[in-house]
């Protein structure tokens, strides 16, 4: 099938893409694997920095998570990250402000990902114009199902923002095709069934649905969710377009490395995919 060069065929039509889906798609059709790091938004004086740092040591985007008080997918590292930046002060507000002032510094796409009770309190349409006002390309709400998405897709779509929809292990064949053709950006393939964490191994769900995935979309595929280490990332990506990985960067954000230590950290994931796929 041949495609236009900023489109892509997504459930037999075909969409623009944006910022976020363009840069992953650019690393793919180089021959290379997309790295996409997760970050607490708020946590420490020097979060925005280590998000400066971090697009520089081979980031392909950043997911900036925006604390929630009640983080049902994530896990202890994560939820431990959100207490500490709420504790400090943090709000959609000021995280959004924040990047909003450095966005141009920031130098590659950004995607929130945060729950769907803030997007609903401030409004979906001011949330996705908040969004796009502050340079931020896409948008994760991993509690918002695939049956009541499309007001929240609406708004986004209208303001610019790429909304990246989650496909679980769990889905049946016939779901995946619902949920490629609603995802923009990308479509996030959980490794596995629970919450975010580092493990000392993959799941076998890590890259079986991947699999299943790329076999009915041609968007970008990266699987986040039980993807820690170097090595675990090189191993998603023989079959998937990229990793996300959260828990392994927000403990060393927990840990006081500062922008240089946490960036070290992903230039590491940077070269394991590199050497592994080039």
Partial sequence: MTVAADTAPVGGAEHSWGRLERALRDRRNSGGKCFVPYLTGGLGDDWLETICAVAGAGADAIEIGVPFSDPVMDGTIIQQANDKALSEGAT???ILAAV?????DIGVPTAVMTYV???HHMGYERFASSLADAGISGCILPDLPLEEVGEWADCAQAAGVETVLLAAPTAPDERLPRICDRSRGFVYSVGL????????ELAASATRTA??????TDMPVLVGVGVGTPAQAAEVCR???????GSAIVTR???GAGPDGVASLVAEFR????AAHS
Avoid: F, H, W, Y
Wanted: net charge positive.
């Fill in 92 to 94: 959609p507000q000021s």
């Fill in 100 to 104: 909003r002032g450095a966005a141009a």
């Fill in 117 to 119: 009770n803030i997007a």
């Fill in 193 to 200: 069934m629970g919450i975010t964490g580092v493990r000392s």
């Fill in 211 to 216: 699999v299943r995935l790329k076999s009915v």
């Fill in 239 to 245: 079959v998937a377009d990229g990793a996300v990985v």
């Fill in 253 to 255: 954000m927990l840990e």
């Fill in 271 to 274: 070269a394991a995919l590199d």
